[in-house]
């Protein structure tokens, strides 16, 4: 066997250990009769050529896909500091609503609450008058009504 197979071969056994392939007996046989058999082709060196193509495509799309993925969790990240900072804002406008709430003095808030009070009475007053009116006209509709009308004896 020549020693440009032989380096051929090596190559061979190398990339086959990069990849974690384990060759038998009969294979590594199978191919050093293939590389005797074909000793001017080259098909080795474009196999491994070929081969060394497709793991440098596969290193680019891997970092490619690496870069993607740390662009999404940057994204991921900022969208939850911005929930977390709408949140936040959320709770501090909460907050400080509760304060002028509590901060009003209690004689404004018994005074509105007085009035409102007051004015619900009144309503109700002003209906249980109107009642008591009716009733009122209407006795007096049937005592008008009998004292028109002649007695029987």
Known sequence: MSEHNQDSLAGLYQLADALNLTLSAGEKQILEAWMRSQPQTGVIDKVLNQTQHLIEREKQRTSELMAQAKASESELQQNAEQREAVIRQWLAAKQQAAAEVGARPAQTLGAEQAELIRQSVDEAVKAR????????ESALALLAQSHQAPVEH
């Open 129 to 136: 008058m109107q009642g008591l009116v009716q009733q009122v």
